[in-house]
């Protein structure tokens, strides 16, 4: 579930991001507006359920997963594009800064090259 939600962000985010070259502002604000913005609205409001019902931190009750990884570079990715968006999610941005301050890996993070996706 949470993967396929992720999914559906991403690959709206990606059609934003491949569109910048080849259309102007206006075709890119009208498919921001009728892609991106609907899928992060519909899916993260989800994610963020399924995260406050488990029992830990993360999103299995057990603990850490890869779906925290994944979850955490999505909300990541979206968060370099459009900030402005994940105002309104303040749970997956402390979720994000939990799975980053793992101690293994601060190294990787720290080194890291800066991409938006």
């Given at each position: 579930?949470?993967?396929?939600?992720?999914?559906?962000?991403?690959?709206?985010?990606?059609?934003?991001?491949?569109?910048?070259?080849?259309?102007?502002?206006?075709?890119?604000?009208?498919?921001?507006?009728?892609?991106?913005?609907?899928?992060?609205?519909?899916?993260?409001?989800v994610?963020?359920?399924?995260?406050?019902?488990?029992?830990?931190?993360?999103?299995?009750?057990?603990?850490?997963?890869?779906?925290?990884?994944?979850?955490?570079?999505?909300?990541?990715?979206?968060?370099?594009?459009?900030?402005?968006?994940?105002?309104?999610?303040?749970?997956?941005?402390?979720h994000?800064?939990k799975?980053?301050?793992?101690?293994?890996?601060?190294?990787?993070?720290?080194?890291?090259?800066?991409?938006?996706?």
């Amino acid at each position: 579930m949470l993967a396929v939600g992720c999914e559906g962000i991403r690959s709206a985010s990606n059609f934003i991001e491949d569109s910048k070259d080849k259309y102007d502002n206006l075709i890119l604000e009208e498919n921001y507006a009728k892609h991106f913005e609907p899928n992060v609205k519909q899916y993260l409001p989800v994610i963020i359920k399924l995260l406050k019902q488990s029992k830990s931190e993360f999103f299995a009750d057990s603990g850490l997963t890869w779906v925290d990884f994944l979850v955490s570079e999505y909300f990541d990715s979206i968060n370099g594009h459009a900030p402005e968006l994940l105002k309104n999610y303040p749970e997956l941005l402390e979720h994000s800064k939990k799975v980053h301050s793992l101690p293994n890996l601060q190294k990787y993070l720290g080194s890291r090259p800066t991409t938006p996706w």
